[in-house]
């Protein structure tokens, strides 16, 4: 049975990439907006340190960075951009990072007193805080390398400045690297352990909707409060299997259970078809309702509609091999319907109507289907019903029951047919 077969299923880098687009958004505006803000506040630094390159170093932080910056927050705001955004949020890192570096080159001619120390708190801030994943972090360390080495080579620098800029820039990209992978890493397991939650939740939900109707599967799922509810207009079905006693004595307890199982299926699709509820079987027999637990106007209709539907079905049926007769009682009225038990708990009727209905069905003719009076009077129209009489029910005493023989369509249909023949 599938809910006992939950297998933690691991997720696809489809849905690590789906899920990364689709909520990073907020973490990537909050690294890039302060991200974007440190780097023009160094802009101060160099008025006061290097106020030759001030202007020509100002007009790149505002005019090619900051609009950039401005210009991927505002595309990763479209949810048509949200396939771009490791992309966008790459570019916008190696930008960046490259400037900082030509920045560098101009500020140090030789690069030889220029301490890395800046490029250093870039490279952690980047990796750590703009959502990279471990692949675009890798192209960004690689890329930023590459920068620094060809600086460091038009710069003719020493020696010296090599091992600076290279021991630091290398430790904090390694760094940066383990946490970045650190990152990602908790990210998917927690994304893996919430897709497992959800599919145990889906698996709960199925679960509960093939014990319970829809409406009652969701107001569990959601409260624990008991349900209970009156309904004045419902109609009741009980049917059983004719000589079921006898047919189950010959068969072994397997094949017992395949045939049932085949025949209340079958049912199972009918009560579907006909908008009616399937609330349990009792051994051979069968109970459903129409007008709970939601109501409808026409609920005598459809549950006769149902019994005859199971007429017909009877006739491909077998039980052990022996063709299955359903004898099957219908009564219309008021029921109390609700959730009992805390272990195996189920969804019910109870009343005098489901009570009737139960007598309806045990006085009933093999392979027939009696009705109330109740039930008559709201079919009578859109059904062909032959009196039956009055009969004796336990607890009742006589009352007038009814069987059901056909649609009246049906019937009228067959009367025009019979009268071309005659004619």
Known sequence: MFWLNSPKSKISEKEIIDEYNRTSFRSISIGVIFGMLFFNGFAIYDYFAFPDNFMRHTAIRLLLVTPYCIGALFLLRKLRYRPYTRQIILSGALLISICTIYFYTQNYSDMKSGAPAGLVFL?????????????????????????????????KAGSAAWFSFLFHSGIACALGLVACHTIEHSWRKMLEQRKIAEQHELEAAALLSSIFPMSIASRLRKSSAAIAERFDNSTILFADIQGFTTISSQLSPYALVHDLDVVFSRIDNLCAQHGCEKIKTIGDAYLAVAGVPTPVSDHAQRIVRLALAMQRLSTEL???????????????????????????????????????????????????????????????????????????????GEVTTWLVMGEAVQRAAHYLEDEKKSA
């Open 123 to 155: 490279f952690m801030y980047i990796l750590t805080s703009m959502r990279l994943l471990r692949r675009e972090a890798l192209i960004f360390v690689a890329v930023t390398i590459s920068s620094v080495i060809v600086a460091l080579i038009n710069s």
């Open 318 to 396: 077998t039980l052990g091999g022996q063709p299955i007769t359903f004898r099957i009682g219908i009564h219309s009225g008021p029921v109390v319907a609700g959730v009992i038990g805390k272990s195996r708990f189920a969804y019910d009727l109870w009343g005098d109507s489901v009570n009737m209905a139960s007598r309806m069905e045990s006085v009933a003719p093999p392979g027939a289907i009696q009705i109330s009076s109740d039930t008559a009077g709201l079919v009578r129209d859109a059904f062909v019903l032959e009196p039956r009489g009055k009969i004796t029910i336990k607890g009742k």
